[in-house]
């Protein structure tokens, strides 16, 4: 048993031996063992060895072996891949170039979209290689040059996607591709990622196959899914070498350098955030949007500053148009994203003061024409110096002599002996503080980012709208603590710290010394508070709004300073904050200009002949920046006088000089200083100077409004009683011969008066609201910034004794602060219950007069009726004589007639019975008639109704005749519809209120019918009646559901 198995399975393995030996010798070559294997006894017809045969053939393919090519195909190998595994004989000769191979398979008719599994057809592979007689050879023989591989890349796509093709290109690669284009081949086509062949040569740097596509009309601005051009792409390329030259060849061919992909991405910001200076200076030369901000609104000047590549923002900072303010989404600006990589080289190139050259020239002129007021505090008992300075030399001056700036942000960079400075900006200008907030942070050192980004995060409580007047600050008070450490992120920052670094607690040597109470935090405050302008100052502000908001027209230079401040920044971002008035401050999304003339002051000061003024509500913008100095911002009048009483700023000065008051010996006394005269702004005026008494003013219009409503009310007693007088119709006849009757009833029903008085009190008292508002919010911030005072000294690590007395002192100066805003609302509430009295007076007087004139309606109405009546009566009188008369006057005149028969003479009592007797019967008559009218109307239509429903109903009958016993009778429904017809009308009156004479109409009308139809019903059979009167409950079922 044994042997013949044994026989069995070496037949079985002989053909699988065989089958490996042929596919190993065409792998091979071996040209005398492949004969020697095909020349075995068994034919080669089985599927099996047609297999065989078929990958003996694609491994020959792909040598340049034509003899086992040709031998293979004479015993029949297959030229097609019959299997996923297996790749066409004639795609791995095309693969491997070998072109007598293929035109010998050519010549066997292979598929020539054979594909692999990558979707390639043999024309792929070869254009791949660049084998430019392969490529030929295929398109003649018609191979598709649109093909598609599962990526949906053509073969010149394929080409193009290749990063190999660049180390072939001299070696048939170019003129491959040259073929392919000659062809027809698509130089538009694109692949799944929207990728054409230029954008693939641009990804790869190609720069030669790149420049073959543009001279062959490739269009240089497509792109891919993402929006990217193959300037965006180039950009990102690997290929160093050949970057730059395929960048320059794009922008010859009207490359858009300016492109924007999704997210915003330009070609310059790809180039900045890899740090690719020459592609940076390129991109720059051609024009590219230096400012261009991304979704996240970070520019190429933020990505390099972010990254450190300083080059790349020296090159950038070459260009005059670059803005260093622009911030991104996080409230970054570049030189802040170079601070928080701890790149502090870059935030000195980028600080504006190294930057003042890139400011625009009107905000320039603006710096420059504005002057900022520093006062310096001595401890010693000196008396402080006060100094004025542009805002340009405060923010941006620099003395390039001792390389430092000209005005130092605090004390310990200045070189003088000062313990506590107050720097004060002449308007509310974020533009501005934020300058000077990052001078002095790099002043500092750099210690505490934190800190620094507090700061500025307060200014999210900018409250912005579409009118200028909309932008302002919502009150605030915030205490930023100060850090436990100030040591940076930089490891480097220790060994070689910036040249401006101050000392570890951040205060100057002479105030650590001598101890003043406090620590280094930081408070914020932002506050409103009132003060004033002229009506010739407002309206030259509000025209210098309008023109800049409404054209482009540039402000000469011989326009006043705050001209130049408004034509700079009101249409920047952040934009400055105009000042507002009373109506502006409360309806801050509507235009005022009506209602700001209208204002209690403005009348006040026209009626009374002194200049016009109107309230202004300003802003207080407060920073404790330590213990060393402290910021202000308030804006000033519109051209500012010498000598204004009201001046905050000189008032704060001259008190700071007082010697009724204590001195100022921190920067703790300086802030309650200023913020009690910027609340109690007109408690600091000359007690003799009634011009600016602006409450007294509300008070002498409440006054003013109380002593007219008197004298309405006496007026209106007055006519009234005159009314009195002339409804006694004893006195009446005198009183309208003494006066004009129209005349007399004119205070009863004229109410101009009090209209307009009602108008001006709901202005005052409109006004006093938004005075309560504005001293509510002044509470309301000064009792959270009084918190923050004693937080900060409480918290210092002072000895608690010294602690105690300066808390307890701020304590009570900022009480008594409070009180007096206190007092101020109680006066103000007083004002504003009286005109609240004012305005239900005058609304009472309003009511009195209405319902006098309805009394006097109701009392003329009545006269009227009775006069009426009278003459009605008399009427009737006339119209009775009238009827008596007149038959008896037709009787004489007929009796008067000459005629033949009176012949014989008529007798007096003959004539007398006849005219006396019959003309008043006549009359009598008539005169019943007249009376009865009615009566006899609705007799006549009662009767016309039932003559015309009984003939009807007699008409029905007599068509409907016959014996009721040959067949049943039908009723007659006419008479029910008219009958539910005139019930329904009857209801229909009722329901309208209609006229009585209306329903007695329709009463005898429905009476008349209903008669009818009972007649009607008697005649009738009892089969009828019956019917009938089932239709009729019926009917009145219908109704009721209805």
């Known amino acids: 048993?044994?042997?013949?198995?044994?026989?069995?399975?070496?037949?079985?393995?002989?053909?699988?031996?065989?089958?490996?030996?042929?596919?190993?010798?065409?792998?091979?070559?071996?040209?005398?063992?492949?004969?020697?294997?095909?020349?075995?006894?068994?034919?080669?017809?089985?599927?099996?060895?047609?297999?065989?045969?078929?990958?003996?053939?694609?491994?020959?393919?792909?040598?340049?072996?034509?003899?086992?090519?040709?031998?293979?195909?004479?015993?029949?190998?297959?030229?097609?891949?019959?299997?996923?595994?297996?790749?066409?004989?004639?795609?791995?000769?095309?693969?491997?170039?070998?072109?007598?191979?293929?035109?010998?398979?050519?010549?066997?008719?292979?598929?020539?979209?054979?594909?692999?599994?990558?979707?390639?057809?043999?024309?792929?592979?070869?254009?791949?290689?660049?084998?430019?007689?392969?490529?030929?050879?295929?398109?003649?023989?018609?191979?598709?040059?649109?093909?598609?591989?599962?990526?949906?890349?053509?073969?010149?796509?394929?080409?193009?996607?290749?990063?190999?093709?660049?180390?072939?290109?001299?070696?048939?690669?170019?003129?491959?591709?040259?073929?392919?284009?000659?062809?027809?081949?698509?130089?538009?086509?694109?692949?799944?990622?929207?990728?054409?062949?230029?954008?693939?040569?641009?990804?790869?740097?190609?720069?030669?196959?790149?420049?073959?596509?543009?001279?062959?009309?490739?269009?240089?601005?497509?792109?891919?899914?993402?929006?990217?051009?193959?300037?965006?792409?180039?950009v990102g390329s690997s290929d160093e070498t050949h970057r730059q030259a395929t960048m320059k060849l794009l922008l010859e061919h009207q490359a858009d350098p300016r492109a924007i992909s999704d997210g915003g991405w330009t070609p310059l910001h790809n180039a900045a955030q890899r740090g690719l200076t020459s592609a940076v200076q390129l991109l720059l030369s051609a024009d590219s949007h230096v400012n261009a901000t991304l979704s996240n609104g970070m520019t190429p000047l933020h990505w390099a500053a972010f990254?450190?590549?300083?080059?790349?923002?020296?090159?950038?900072?070459?260009?005059?148009?670059?803005?260093?303010?622009?911030?991104?989404?996080?409230?970054?600006?570049?030189?802040?994203?170079?601070?928080?990589?701890?790149?502090?080289?870059?935030?000195?190139?980028?600080?504006?003061?190294?930057n003042c050259n890139k400011i625009p020239q009107p905000m320039q002129d603006a710096c420059k024409a504005l002057e900022a007021t520093i006062v310096e505090f001595k401890q010693s008992g000196e008396k402080q110096r006060v100094f004025k300075h542009s805002v340009y030399d405060l923010l941006y001056g620099w003395d390039h002599k001792n390389d430092r700036p000209k005005i130092p942000a605090y004390t310990a960079n200045g070189g003088l002996s000062t313990d506590f400075r107050w720097i004060h900006l002449p308007a509310n200008n974020i533009n501005w503080i934020e300058t000077f907030l990052t001078k002095w942070f790099m002043e500092s050192g750099y210690q505490d980012l934190e800190t620094y980004k507090a700061l500025t995060k307060c200014f999210e409580q900018e409250h912005r709208g579409a009118l200028p007047h909309a932008n302002f600050m919502r009150p605030f008070c915030h205490r930023i603590p100060h850090a436990s450490s100030h040591l940076p992120d930089d490891p480097n920052m220790l060994i070689s710290p910036p040249p401006l670094a101050r000392s570890s607690s951040g205060l100057s040597e002479r105030s650590v010394n001598m101890g003043v109470p406090g620590g280094d935090g930081k408070v914020v405050l932002f506050m409103p508070y009132l003060h004033y302008e002229t009506d010739d100052g407002r309206q030259k502000m509000m025209d210098a709004v309008k023109m800049i908001t409404t054209t482009d027209q540039t402000i000469s230079a011989s326009n006043s300073p705050n001209q130049k401040l408004l034509q700079a920044y009101l249409r920047e971002k952040p934009p400055i904050h105009p000042r507002r008035t009373l109506d502006q401050f409360f309806y801050h999304g509507i235009d005022t200009s009506v209602r700001d003339r209208d204002q209690v002051v403005y009348r006040y000061c026209e009626k009374h002949g002194h200049e016009r003024k109107i309230f202004m509500v300003d802003q207080l913008w407060l920073w404790i920046i330590g213990k060393d100095l402290i910021v202000s911002c308030f804006p000033g009048r519109w051209e500012q006088q010498r000598r204004d009483p009201l001046n905050v700023l000189d008032g704060i000065i001259e008190e700071m000089n007082a010697k009724t008051r204590a001195p100022i010996r921190s920067v703790y006394d300086l802030a309650i200083l200023i913020?009690?005269?910027?609340?109690?702004?007109?408690?600091?005026?000359?007690?003799?100077?009634?011009?600016?008494?602006?409450?007294?003013?509300?008070?002498?219009?409440?006054?003013?409004?109380?002593?007219?409503?008197?004298?309405?009310?006496?007026?209106?007693?007055?006519?009234?009683?005159?009314?009195?007088?002339?409804?006694?119709?004893?006195?009446?006849?005198?009183?309208?011969?003494?006066?004009?009757?129209?005349?007399?009833?004119?205070?009863?029903?004229?109410?101009?008066?009090?209209?307009?008085l009602l108008t001006e009190v709901r202005d005052i008292r409109d006004e006093l609201n938004i005075l309560t508002m504005i001293l509510n919010s002044q509470i309301f911030t000064l009792g959270d910034f009084r918190g923050c005072l004693i937080d900060e000294l409480s918290g210092n690590g002072s000895s608690s004794r010294r602690v105690a007395n300066v808390v307890n002192e701020i304590r009570k100066r900022t009480v008594e602060q409070e009180r007096r805003l206190k007092l101020h609302k109680r006066d103000i509430d007083a004002m504003d219950q009286q005109a609240d009295r004012l305005y239900k007076s005058l609304t009472d007087l309003l009511d009195l007069k209405q319902k006098h004139s309805n009394a006097l309606e109701a009392r003329f109405a009545s006269e009227q009726a009775l006069a009426a009546a009278r003459e009605g009566q008399t009427i009737m009188v006339f119209t009775i004589v009238t009827i008596i008369f007149q038959p008896m006057s037709f009787i004489t005149s007929y009796f008067g007639i000459d005629m033949d028969s009176w012949s014989n003479g008529l007798s007096h009592g003959f004539v007398a019975s006849w005219t006396f007797g019959v003309g008043l019967a006549i009359s009598v008559l008539f005169i019943l008639m007249a009376f009865t009218v009615v009566d006899i109307t609705k007799a006549v239509e009662t009767f016309y109704s039932f003559t015309k429903h009984r003939v009807s109903s007699g008409n029905k009958n007599h068509e409907q005749s016959g014996e009721y016993s040959s067949r049943e009778p039908q009723p007659s429904y006419e008479a029910v519809r008219s009958t539910e017809t005139i019930v329904a009308s009857y209801d229909d009156g009722l329901d309208d209120s209609a006229g009585t004479r209306k329903l007695d109409r329709q009463q005898s009308k429905a009476s008349g019918v209903s008669a009818a139809l009972t007649r009607t019903w008697t005649g009738a059979s009892e089969r009828v009646r019956y019917n009938v009167g089932i239709d009729l409950e019926k009917g009145k079922t219908r109704e009721s559901t209805q």
């Open 1 to 234: 048993m044994a042997g013949p198995a044994s026989r069995s399975s070496t037949t079985s393995t002989q053909p699988a031996q065989r089958h490996l030996d042929l596919i190993a010798a065409s792998a091979r070559g071996n040209e005398d063992k492949l004969r020697s294997v095909l020349r075995e006894g068994v034919p080669w017809d089985s599927s099996k060895d047609h297999a065989a045969l078929r990958r003996a053939l694609q491994k020959a393919s792909a040598r340049d072996n034509l003899t086992i090519v040709r031998l293979l195909l004479e015993y029949g190998a297959d030229v097609e891949a019959r299997s996923d595994d297996e790749l066409p004989a004639l795609f791995r000769a095309a693969q491997g170039g070998q072109t007598a191979v293929m035109w010998e398979l050519l010549a066997h008719d292979p598929d020539l979209e054979g594909r692999n599994r990558d979707g390639q057809t043999p024309l792929f592979v070869a254009s791949a290689k660049g084998f430019k007689e392969a490529v030929e050879m295929l398109l003649q023989k018609g191979a598709r040059i649109d093909a598609k591989d599962r990526d949906g890349r053509t073969p010149l796509l394929a080409v193009a996607a290749d990063r190999s093709t660049m180390s072939i290109w001299t070696s048939g690669a170019q003129e491959t591709v040259q073929l392919l284009i000659y062809n027809g081949a698509d130089v538009e086509a694109r692949d799944s990622i929207g990728r054409t062949p230029l954008l693939w040569a641009a990804t790869n740097g190609h720069y030669d196959l790149a420049k073959i596509l543009l001279d062959n009309g490739a269009d240089v601005s497509a792109t891919n899914n993402r929006g990217r051009t193959a300037l965006h792409l180039v």
């Open 675 to 756: 913020t009690s005269r910027c609340s109690g702004m007109f408690s600091r005026h000359r007690s003799d100077d009634q011009k600016y008494q602006f409450l007294d003013m509300f008070e002498a219009s409440v006054g003013r409004v109380t002593e007219e409503l008197t004298q309405l009310f006496h007026r209106f007693e007055d006519a009234s009683a005159q009314s009195q007088q002339w409804l006694r119709p004893k006195r009446r006849h005198k009183i309208r011969k003494a006066s004009n009757e129209v005349d007399s009833f004119d205070p009863l029903l004229d109410i101009r008066s009090e209209t307009s």
């Open 307 to 354: 990254n450190g590549f300083e080059d790349v923002v020296e090159a950038i900072l070459t260009r005059d148009d670059v803005d260093l303010g622009i911030k991104d989404g996080f409230g970054r600006a570049p030189w802040l994203c170079a601070a928080e990589k701890g790149h502090y080289d870059l935030m000195d190139v980028l600080s504006p003061v190294r």
